[in-house]
């Protein structure tokens, strides 16, 4: 299922109703590219993971740019899904929350064990 992209500001709550599988919290964009290091350095293996039709289904979450994501009251850092850094990718079943990776190298490393366990 080709990745789906919900733009910040977004309700946080919304989110507790996806369909997809997985939500993959992102630096937003400025000019098309990521702001976040850590995320550019993520996309590929996202991108090669999440992009197939036949791929797991997820929704990219922009978090907003730098000095939105680094308030404490950025709306992602909060309940329900208390995104510490960025990249994170969330493992959902139904609405309740399975499991997570949160560094880019943990996602590079451990995201297709990650999908199937």
Known sequence: M???EVEFPSDPKDLEHATEQFLIFYSSRING???CPDCVAVDRTIQDTFGPEDGPSAVIVYVGQRP???TPSNVFR???WEVTSVPT???LKGSEVVGRLDSDSEIN???AAFIRG
Do not use: H, Y
């Open 68 to 70: 939105e994501w680094k």
């Open 2 to 4: 080709p990745l789906r």
């Open 89 to 91: 990718v969330i493992k």
């Open 78 to 80: 909060g309940e329900p």
């Open 33 to 35: 590219q990521l702001w």
């Open 109 to 111: 490393a451990r995201l």
